[in-house]
T-cell receptor, first 111, second 115 residues
Framework: KQEVTQIPAALSVPEGENLVLNCSFTDSAIYNLQWFRQDPGKGLTSLLLIQSSQREQTSGRLNASLDKSSGRSTLYIAASQPGDSATYLCAAQGGSEKLVFGKGTKLTVNP | SAVISQKPSRDICQRGTSLTIQCQVDSQVTMMFWYRQQPGQSLTLIATANQGSEATYESGFVIDKFPISRPNLTFSTLTVSNMSPEDSSIYLC????????????FGPGTRLTVT
């Protein structure tokens, strides 16, 4: 059974700092891994999708990497801004086709 | 991408009643999912609703409590039946685009409070 863990559960940084969010998964036989952002009381916004054959994806100030052999993914946010404050969720899709979510990292970027 | 709308956006309901949540997608999709997010928790899959077949429910969720309809490739409904305060959650509709490498998209959610 796939389990997804995100560390840390919460992170507070000053504006402008570069930061890394971590995601680990127990079953390396994944089809893809997806990072989402969730603002309070809102739905999820897809940030990046990394397919199993890829090692990283980039969108603007965001870069996500995937290492299947070690069961890890990271989301790198460059030059953080207060508008980046949100909960970031990673989710792994395996052979069952279900997305399995981590519990998220709550990020606060202080002006 | 996919643009997904949900109705209602929020509701306050009395114990014992039922609420039907609607999900509309801007284009045809085969795979549609319903999730629940309880306060302070991550997302839990309720069921997968593919057009033309019965919904597939996850462990702990049953059709009598959460009946789902999927009449076409752009629309689905989830009913929360005989509600109790434990059903207070955000309910989210989601679709998967196989043409986009199986990227999954979510609606804005329906915030349900049961009193």
């Amino acid at each position: 059974k796939q389990e997804v863990t995100q560390i840390p559960a919460a992170l507070s940084v000053p504006e402008g700092e570069n930061l890394v969010l971590n995601c680990s998964f127990t079953d390396s036989a994944i089809y893809n891994l997806q990072w989402f952002r969730q603002d309070p009381g809102k739905g999820l916004t897809s940030l990046l999708l990394i397919q199993s054959s890829q090692r990283e994806q980039t969108s603007g100030r965001l870069n996500a990497s995937l290492d299947k052999s070690s069961g890890r993914s990271t989301l790198y946010i460059a030059a953080s801004q207060p508008g980046d404050s949100a909960t970031y969720l990673c989710a792994a899709q395996g052979g069952s086709e279900k997305l399995v979510f981590g519990k998220g990292t709550k990020l606060t970027v202080n002006p | 991408s996919a643009v997904i709308s949900q109705k209602p956006s929020r509701d306050i309901c009395q114990r014992g009643t039922s609420l039907t949540i609607q999900c509309q997608v801007d284009s045809q999709v085969t795979m549609m999912f319903w999730y629940r997010q309880q306060p302070g928790q991550s997302l839990t899959l309720i069921a997968t609703a593919n057009q033309g077949s019965e919904a597939t429910y996850e462990s702990g969720f049953v059709i009598d409590k959460f009946p789902i309809s999927r009449p076409n490739l752009t629309f689905s409904t989830l009913t929360v039946s005989n509600m109790s305060p434990e059903d207070s959650s955000i309910y989210l509709c989601s679709v998967r685009r196989t043409s986009a490498g199986d990227e999954q998209y979510f609606g804005p959610g329906t915030r349900l409070t049961v009193t």
